[in-house]
């Protein structure tokens, strides 16, 4: 099981220039000011500012919970997230959701290139104006588009705030897509990150952090707090890194997705039961039988050997003849019994285990992916 190659990083560090974006802050897109009781001096006195400076510059703009439009305005932050993300002076950087512009700025004293896909025109309008005033056109190319509908163009890393609602289909796209790159740095939801960043055997080990892990590195960046955004979201945020594995493991990624959505679809059970519930047991008896004819080897009634069952012909294979969903279910389990992970749980297996597992399910002729289905998740 092996190998893919991917490119070496490497760093570079660079002081940007503060600038401070004032900005709008609606709640949501009707006229409807921020009216929410909040007995925090703080984030009142805040969103006094913004309105102040809502009729000075942007008036007519207003930010849409809906899109994710929480601008981070901190310079301080902006330029640690600047240094931690290593930019090259001759890096094309690619960014994701660059609203006003706050962090693609920074990014484009550090960077050569920067390629920023943006979904709102409004804030296209912005961004490009920002930029030329500052004597960076050139340097800029805007995307405007959904990212999730967008082929990108060659990137060498992804430093972005992202908006949160499309982080699990974003980071996906990512890390299982074509694009080779160094690392992408990303400010997200803390408790998403969390959740990247967990390890087999903790509480909140789960399915993300198992299907990003086996193609990448996660590394916590720093803590982000609510107050630093406008308008405050709802929760706090974490930036963190994701580095591509440069060897990951041979194996097909939709069938491993497929087969992790299996493990990990109830909290805290065991292997055992999992693949117990009648349910699961006449979907995957049904996937499987969908590959009957592919060159898949099956195993015999007692489990597990898949070198002694199969008749010359291939007619004799026991997809076909065992039809009872009872008895497919014993075969599942015996492989779960025969190779000690029945009373497992997934959150403890380590990649190694879990890729062992699937390869005994696949040698047996148990399938999890659906062949006809284009859907590619990471934790749902
Ligand atoms: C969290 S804001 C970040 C803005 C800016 N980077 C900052 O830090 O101040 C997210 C931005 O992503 C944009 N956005 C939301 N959904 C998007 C999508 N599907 N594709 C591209 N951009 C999107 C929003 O319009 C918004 O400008």
Redesign the pocket.
């Known amino acids: 099981m092996i190998l893919r190659l991917k490119d070496q990083t490497l760093i570079k560090i660079n002081s940007t220039r503060s600038y401070l974006s004032s900005l709008v802050f609606r709640r949501d897109s009707h006229s409807q000011a921020r009216t929410k009781p909040d007995h925090d001096r703080r984030r009142r006195g805040y969103e006094r500012d913004v309105r102040i400076e809502e009729k000075k510059e942007h008036d007519g703009l207003f930010l849409c919970k809906s ?6 305005t901190n310079t301080r932050i902006l330029d640690s997230i600047v240094r931690s993300s290593d930019i090259r002076p001759t890096d094309t950087v690619l ?6 512009g ?2 693609t700025m920074k990014l484009l004293e550090a960077a050569q290139n920067v390629v920023a ?4 025109k409004r ?1 296209v309008e912005i961004l490009r104006k920002r930029v030329s005033d500052h004597g960076f056109a050139d340097k800029l190319t805007i995307i405007q ?4 509908k967008t082929d990108f163009p060659h990137f060498d890393l992804v430093v ?4 949160y609602n ?1 982080s699990s289909p974003l980071v996906a796209k990512l890390v299982y897509g074509s694009n080779t790159f160094r690392s992408a740095t990303l400010l997200l939801q803390k408790e998403f990150s969390r959740r990247l960043l967990a390890n087999p055997g903790d509480s909140d080990f789960n399915r993300l952090a198992v299907n990003v892990k086996l193609v990448a590195d996660v590394k916590f960046v720093m803590d982000v707090s609510k107050r630093e955004f406008v308008p405050p979201p709802k929760v706090d945020s974490s930036v963190i890194r994701i580095t591509p594995k440069e060897i990951i493991p041979d194996v097909n990624v939709q069938e491993w997705l497929a087969f992790t959505r299996t493990c990990f679809g109830k909290k805290n059970k065991t292997l055992g039961s999992m693949f117990r519930q009648k349910k699961k047991v006449m979907e995957l008896q049904s996937l499987s039988a969908g590959r009957h004819g592919s060159n898949v080897e099956v195993m015999n009634q007692t489990g597990g050997d898949s070198d002694s069952d199969v008749e010359e012909d291939g007619k004799d294979d026991l997809l076909c003849l065992d039809t009872d969903a009872s008895m497919f279910k014993e075969r599942v389990i015996e492989i779960l019994r025969t190779n000690g992970f029945e009373e497992k749980r997934p959150s403890k297996l380590s990649h190694r285990e879990l890729l062992h597992l699937l390869s005994l399910f696949n040698q047996a002729g148990i399938f999890f992916h659906d062949i006809t289905s284009l859907q590619m998740d990471l934790h749902e």
């Open positions: 899109k994710g439009q929480h601008l981070l960014e994701i959701g660059p609203g006003t706050n962090l896909v943006e979904l709102d804030m588009k959904d990212v999730l972005a705030n992202i908006p499309i």
